[in-house]
């Protein structure tokens, strides 16, 4: 296979998932020995002058940020 395998993501939501469960299942287009974190943040009420450190800059922070699940490589 030449190139990058394809990227998948799913989900199972009630009535189709058992017992009121939400499944998620996601499998990745990075090597296959690469450990893929599912990682949730809850939602968050932000100070009003408080910022977000990315990579390079910081930024303002919005008010309000909603609840994610995120996968993420381990070593990011």
Not at 18 to 32: E, H, M, Q, T, Y
Request: charged share 20%; aromatic share 10%.
């Amino acid at each position: 296979m030449s190139g990058a395998p394809p990227s998948y993501s799913f989900v199972a939501l009630p009535p189709r998932a058992k017992d009121g469960l939400v499944v998620f299942g996601k499998n990745s287009a990075r090597p296959r020995d690469e450990v893929q974190e599912v990682v949730y943040f809850p939602a968050v009420d932000h100070d009003a002058e408080s910022k977000v450190e990315c990579t390079y800059i910081s930024i303002d922070q919005v008010p309000r940020t909603h609840a994610i699940v995120i996968s993420r490589p381990a070593w990011l």
